[in-house]
């Protein structure tokens, strides 16, 4: 079973400290280690006959909005995360129905989350590579992105072989996945509108849920139809706790105590099995098999 690599780093680091390797040879380690996870990415969600990902991205935007200027669609992604903001600001959802309407009719997201994907600001998106290589080395085969949002993880997962189904709560932003997977010429991916659907029962055996809890109405009952979602031994690789530092900046996050929600995992029976103690913070856990 490969390593995935903030075990790698985590353990070259317990060399350093040992006095096995020095800082500057760590470093450099990471560095190649992060480069590679940024290449399996990046391949995966290059246009045809494109190499730079922040040009592919606003050549996409381009073609699915119809404008033409680069220069003004990348002005609209780096405004992203703040319009996205100022629009849950403007129209204070307050209550389950709001909220659902907030996300569903919601275009600024197409562009925060497009120009987050590029990796040009942050570059935790890669923790979809971590998610993937740990479902290469479980076996796992059909996989769910919950709150998979433009579908850069679905692609990413289609294009190593994997089914994948997307689920979301927002009709904008599936419809631009169904528009993304259409110029790529993938596989089909199965979507899910969470507005009128639910998730099938014992049909994943890897879900991903990836900086999503933070946005839930009732966190509580996700959990319960995520384990409900996959088979016995399945696995739910996420990260269940956003960056306090970055709250101020994201009122849609609306759920800041996450003890309920790791209780009600726990007392599901859930068994972590992993834990990212290196770079992002994600976890994973198992759905025993007898479950």
């Not at 403007?90 to 309407?101: C, E, G, T, V, Y």
């Not at 919601?106 to 600001?121: E, G, N, R």
């Not at 997962?157 to 993938?186: H, P």
Request: proline fraction near 3%.
């Amino acid at each position: 079973m490969s390593v995935v690599l903030a075990d790698r780093l985590k353990e070259m680091w317990q060399s350093v400290e040992q006095g096995a390797i020095s800082y500057e040879a760590f470093s450099s380690e990471q560095d190649q280690l992060l480069s590679e996870y940024r290449s399996r990415w990046v391949e995966a969600l290059l246009l045809e006959n494109h190499t730079d990902l922040e040009d592919s991205t606003l050549t996409e935007l381009s073609l699915y909005t119809g404008c033409s200027d680069l220069q003004e669609l990348q002005k609209r992604c780096k405004a992203g995360a703040q319009a996205v903001a100022h629009d849950w600001q403007r129209l204070a959802p307050d209550n389950h129905k709001s909220i659902q309407r907030f996300y569903d009719q919601s275009t600024s997201y197409i562009y925060d989350l497009m120009w987050w994907h590029t990796l040009t600001d942050d570059n935790s998106p890669l923790a979809y590579v971590t998610a993937l290589q740990f479902a290469e080395s479980h076996r796992c085969r059909q996989h769910l992105d919950f709150g998979g949002g433009v579908g850069s993880g679905n692609i990413l997962f289609l294009r190593n072989g994997f089914d994948s189904t997307l689920a979301d709560i927002s009709s904008s932003l599936i419809e631009f996945t169904r528009w993304r997977f259409k110029i790529r010429q993938l596989p089909n991916l199965n979507y899910l509108d969470l507005k009128i659907a639910s998730l099938p029962a014992e049909s994943f055996d890897i879900i991903t849920a990836m900086d999503v809890f933070e946005h839930l109405v009732d966190p509580l009952q996700t959990v319960e139809a995520l384990w409900r979602a996959l088979k016995p031994g399945g696995f739910v690789f996420g990260r269940f706790a956003p960056d306090d530092e970055e709250e101020h900046d994201h009122p849609q996050h609306i759920v800041h105590d996450f003890a309920p929600t790791m209780e009600r995992i726990r007392e599901l029976g859930f068994v972590q099995v992993w834990r990212d103690e290196w770079l992002w913070g994600h976890e994973a856990f198992q759905k025993p098999r007898g479950a």
